[in-house]
């Protein structure tokens, strides 16, 4: 193997810099978007090199939806919010395990039968940063996110009652950002300016 070609070997490794003092905002912003796997009928793409190795953990391209279908409403608290990612696995195949754990305050009949279509339906989640950045549980590579919904009416007179919202995704790319539109109800949001 020619030096040339072992020195590419490296080639995606990047700088880890970071300014003294600049504040890094931790948590999510209080309403994450989710559709069902299924209703995607086009993916973006995350940039990889010859060896197939992603170079980016940004999507390019945006995705594209079944006919009539929009991305839905997980209203939560940011509060109790959790959204992180972990390596799993052996080398060299490791990946992440990335998971979000969303409590909606509501246990209600709404929230109930939410729940009831998630339970056996693969998704994919948009989670808004507090920096205004989406970020997605979920790839096409892995069949989206798992979903488990569990609800606790509380204890006693003060016990806080709410619809938990856990995802579970495994991923290649740590947690990657989407650009992209996201068509709602609502309308469009993350639209390019």
Known sequence: MSEATNNKCFSTLRDMKYCQGAPVTPGIKRRAWYIALGAIVGWPEIPVDEYERPTSSVYTGAFKLAEGEKWHALDHLPGKAEFKSEPQGEEPSRTFKVTGSFVHPKIDEEAASASTSLINT?????????????????????????????????????????????????????????????????????EAA
């Open 122 to 190: 693969r998704i994919v989640v948009l989670v808004e940063d507090m920096r205004g950045k989406y970020r997605v549980i979920g790839c096409e590579k892995y069949d989206g996110a798992l979903v488990s919904p569990s609800r606790d009416n509380g204890q006693g007179a003060t016990g806080t009652a709410g619809t938990t919202i856990l995802v579970e995704a495994d991923d290649p790319v740590e947690t990657p950002f989407y650009t992209g539109p996201i068509e709602t109800e609502d309308g469009i949001i993350n």
